[in-house]
């Protein structure tokens, strides 16, 4: 039997951008001037942005995509069939990445020192600066920079066109002030739609998987789409996103859709494809793998729907579990819930709304402000060490640099561990004492 057991965001490990191929980091290079070109930093990419050995790993990388999409299109999974996203600049598998030229029909981008990438023009540099910041939480910058790199299949304008949209995203939804806010603002307000989702535990963490990833247990039983509006929905949706990030650090998340009592009733496309979206654009490389246990037989052509709004690459994380010995292949007993046959005994009958009796520290401006102090010096030196990374031909020194900034970046992700509960009214997570950074 368990009980309210700790999934601190510090036993995740990290990712594996702290060893990156010299192909790799180039466009990860690239990325980031562009950033810095944007926030008004002064840099010479030119460096960067001529180094060849890109492109020979781009024809390399683009014909595996291609090979590997045709095949899961083929393959499909557990018999469903393949799928892939329609979106804006999806990645499509097997576009060539080129150095200094997108492959983009719509856009044509060479770099020049000192001006803004396309995707960042008319965007305000000092405010998407205080954006990127403040949406990394306990992830680190170049993890960060990582996934939305990774998930363009490391063509760094495609990465930067992704970044900004994401920007635009989260500054319109105010996604710093819903997370910093959180369920007491909700409750305070009276969102009805956004409180009943919490009442109904409707997504809720409750564990973590066998390859230590949290998840976000889902229940569609309770849904009804006449029960809320669309954005609220979205809003409950996205606060359990960021939360689960705080639980994630620099890994990744899995979520079980438990189909359970599942009816026709129950189903609404526009959450699912919100969510979908979510993962595909504006969280990148954070999910590890959905499960979909106990699906009924009218699910079948509901999933031969919501099959083809899915990326390739998301696709691939799908499984479907029939009962608890398939679902225990991914996510221990202990960690199950008991009502799905396993030992975890987290209350999911019962939801507790924080009402800000333990945001005392939320009071000392002192201490967040020191913290605050020393936030700000850690990252204008990692934005120093960027800057020299960036323009050095010296293939040693840059690894030097490297591994100089993965160091400052951890420290940085230390500092907003400290921070967080100066600045975040406490969830019901923090409460219980299932998060813990």
Wanted: some cysteine; proline content about 4%; hydrophobic content about 35%.
């Amino acid at each position: 039997m368990t009980t309210q057991t700790s999934i601190s965001s510090k036993m995740q490990p990290r990712p594996n951008y702290a060893k990156i191929t010299p192909e790799r980091e180039i466009a990860l290079k690239q990325v980031w001037a562009n950033l810095l070109h944007l926030w008004g930093v002064p840099l010479d990419a030119s460096e960067a942005y001529s180094d060849r050995r890109l492109s020979a790993y781009s024809s390399h990388t683009s014909a595996v995509s291609e090979k590997d999409s045709k095949e899961k299109k083929k393959g499909g999974w557990f018999g469903f069939g393949g799928g892939s996203s329609k979106s804006e600049g999806d990645g499509k598998p097997g576009a060539p990445l080129e150095a200094t030229t997108s492959t983009d029909p719509d856009q044509v981008y060479k770099y020049e020192k000192g001006v803004v990438h396309p995707a960042l023009q008319g965007m305000d540099g000092k405010l998407v600066e205080q954006e990127f910041w403040d949406m990394l939480r306990v992830d680190p910058p170049d993890s960060m920079v990582w996934r939305f790199s990774s998930a363009r299949k490391f063509d760094s304008h495609k990465a930067t066109k992704m970044i900004a949209r994401t920007f635009k995203f989260r500054t319109k939804r105010n996604l710093k002030e819903v997370l910093d806010l959180g369920e007491k603002d909700v409750f305070a307000k009276k969102e009805e739609g956004v409180m009943l989702n919490f009442k109904q535990q409707k997504a809720v963490i409750v564990g973590r998987d066998l390859k230590d990833r949290p998840f976000i247990l889902v229940r569609p039983k309770f849904h009804h789409a006449g029960d809320q509006k669309e954005e609220d929905i979205e809003k409950f949706a996205l606060i359990v996103i960021e939360i689960v990030r705080l639980h994630m650090r620099t890994g990744y998340t899995s979520i079980i859709f438990d189909l359970t009592d599942f009816g026709l009733s129950n189903m609404d496309y526009a959450p699912v494809k919100f969510l979908i979206s979510c993962f595909e654009a504006h969280f990148p490389e954070s999910l590890g793998c959905l499960l979909i246990h106990h699906a009924p037989w009218l699910f079948s052509p509901i999933w031969n729907i919501v099959k083809n709004w899915l990326d390739p690459v998301v696709a691939s994380k799908i499984i479907f579990t029939k009962n608890l010995d398939e679902l225990t292949r991914y996510v221990s007993k202990e960690a199950v819930p008991k009502y799905l046959g396993g030992e975890n005994d987290f209350d999911l009958d019962n939801y507790v709304a924080p009402d800000g009796s333990h945001d005392e520290k939320l009071k000392d401006t002192e201490a967040r402000d020191a913290l605050l102090e020393i936030r700000a010096e850690l990252i204008a030196k990692f934005k120093e060490l960027t800057v020299q990374w960036i323009e050095t031909g010296d293939s040693d020194k840059s690894t030097e640099l490297w591994e100089q900034r993965i160091a400052i970046g951890q420290e940085i992700t230390n500092n907003y561990c400290e921070l967080d509960q100066y600045v975040r009214s406490r969830s019901y997570y923090d409460i219980n004492g299932s998060l813990q950074l």
